[in-house]
Every structure is written in structure tokens, then in C-alpha cells.
């Protein structure tokens, strides 16, 4: 059974910054891709980051410049650093992780952490 422990939300004021970190049960170069999506109420889940194996990083638009995601083989972990925080950043915030091969695909997640951001 694998495990992905989320920790890092919380409350922060628009220009703020935080710093989400995801630990795995499992060896992390064991997945294919990690990332973070993220969840605004009445919203559908959106893909924040990812981060493949060999470390080749993809970001959505809107938190390009403003987000960094990056990974520790050697923790199993998986951080997300947020800066210059915007209001329209307020979701919780799941930590993702993928194995996949030929023609299958399976997605491990974690619960989920808040983060919010005062304007």
C-alpha cells in the first residue's frame, strides 16, 4: 500500500509564500511522474506541477515564474515552493504519484492540504 503524506498548507496574505512538501511510502524513483494538483471549491481538480523521474519539470500557466516543484529521491519526498501567493491560489492542494508502462497508468494520491490566501 502506498502512502503520500502532504504537509505545508495553511493560511497565508496574497504576496506570501509556502512551501507544500509530499512524502512517499515508497521509493520515489519508483514513480514515473509526481506532482501537485489542486482543487478550488465548486471547481474542477486542475494539474499544478509535475516533475518526471529524470526530473524534466511542467507547470500550468497561471503559476509559471511563481512556482518551483522539485524532488528528493533520497527523502522519497516531493516539495512544491509557492511564492508571490495570489488569492486565485486558494485550493486544497494533492500530492500525485504515477507509475505507468505500456498501455497502463496508475495514480496513487494523497488527502489533500489547504492552502489559502488573504487578499
Known amino acids: 500500500q502506498v502512502q503520500l503524506v502532504e504537509s505545508g498548507g495553511g493560511l497565508v496574505q496574497a504576496g506570501g509564500s509556502l512551501r507544500l512538501s509530499c512524502a512517499t511510502s515508497r521509493s520515489s524513483p519508483s514513480f514515473n511522474a509526481m506532482g501537485w494538483y489542486r482543487q478550488a471549491p465548486g471547481k474542477q481538480r486542475e494539474l499544478v506541477a509535475t516533475?518526471?523521474?529524470?526530473?524534466?519539470?511542467n507547470y500550468t500557466d497561471s503559476v509559471k515564474g511563481r512556482f518551483t516543484i522539485s524532488r528528493d529521491n533520497a527523502k522519497n519526498t516531493v516539495y512544491l515552493q509557492m511564492n508571490s501567493l495570489k488569492p486565485e491560489d486558494t485550493a486544497v492542494y494533492y500530492c500525485?504519484?504515477?507509475?505507468?508502462?505500456?498501455?497502463?497508468?496508475?495514480?496513487?494520491w494523497g488527502q489533500g492540504t489547504q492552502v489559502t490566501v488573504s487578499s
Open positions: 516533475i518526471t523521474s529524470g526530473g524534466s519539470t
Open positions: 500525485n504519484a504515477r507509475r505507468a508502462g505500456f498501455g497502463w497508468a496508475y495514480d496513487y
